[in-house]
């Protein structure tokens, strides 16, 4: 059988970079992993509860971390950040102290920042949670992949695989549907390739998502 293995995993080192950047003794390694967990979570439960979009969209592509002895870097990509930074002012500093308190890092300084994305639906974080809310109000899945796929196609990218799988429409059996679009090249390692894999809580169960986009060749 093919064996799959994570895109982006596969491709660190040539067209994939690390997500977290730090060094840390094998002692603390695990903590600073949990660490990185905490700090995403909370940021992704926090825009959750601070954001009500029609579209369900929260709009994270992904959040970069950096740490120093004496200071913990979040970059944060947005592609809607209009939605964070416009609703009441003071709302980064907010995000800042409850992320801080997660943590109760008393000698570290911490500092959170958002960057725009100029293509949104080039990001495949962005395009699964789309399609979670359709999927969430009940639109037929074969709809809201087509929809998926045409904003990709919009935002200029060379390909792009979409694929849910669970019980599909509330039916019974679970079964795993799939669509593409242009090519996809997932065995090439000098193609760029970005992907995520998101869940879905529906009313008849948990759906998964699966989104690849092809960028470009390096």
Not at 74 to 88: D, H, N, R, S, T
Request: proline residues 3%.
């Amino acid at each position: 059988m093919g064996q799959k293995i994570n895109p982006l995993g596969f491709r660190l080192g040539t067209t994939q970079s690390h997500d977290s950047l730090w060094f840390a003794q094998p002692i603390n390694y695990s903590e600073n992993l949990q660490e990185d967990k905490k700090i995403r979570d909370c940021i992704k439960n926090y825009i959750q509860k601070n954001i009500r979009i029609s579209s369900g969209v929260e709009g994270i592509a992904g959040i970069k971390i950096q740490k120093r002895i004496d200071l913990i870097q979040v970059i944060i990509y947005m592609g809607f950040p209009k939605l964070l930074i416009e609703g009441k002012p003071g709302r980064i500093e907010e995000l800042q102290m409850n992320v801080q308190k997660k943590l109760n890092c008393v000698n570290r300084k911490l500092n959170i920042a958002i960057t725009r994305i100029a293509n949104p639906y080039r990001h495949p974080n962005i395009l699964a949670e789309f399609i979670a809310g359709q999927l969430r109000n009940r639109v037929s899945f074969r709809k809201a992949m087509k929809k998926a796929i045409e904003l990709t196609e919009k935002a200029g990218t060379k390909g792009v695989q979409v694929q849910i799988a669970g019980r599909i429409d509330g039916k019974e059996i679970a079964r795993v549907e799939w669509i593409r679009e242009g090519r996809v090249p997932l065995q090439t390692i000098r193609a760029k390739i970005d992907y995520c894999c998101y869940t879905v809580r529906t009313i008849y169960g948990v759906l998964g998502i699966k989104v690849w986009i092809f960028v470009n060749k390096e």
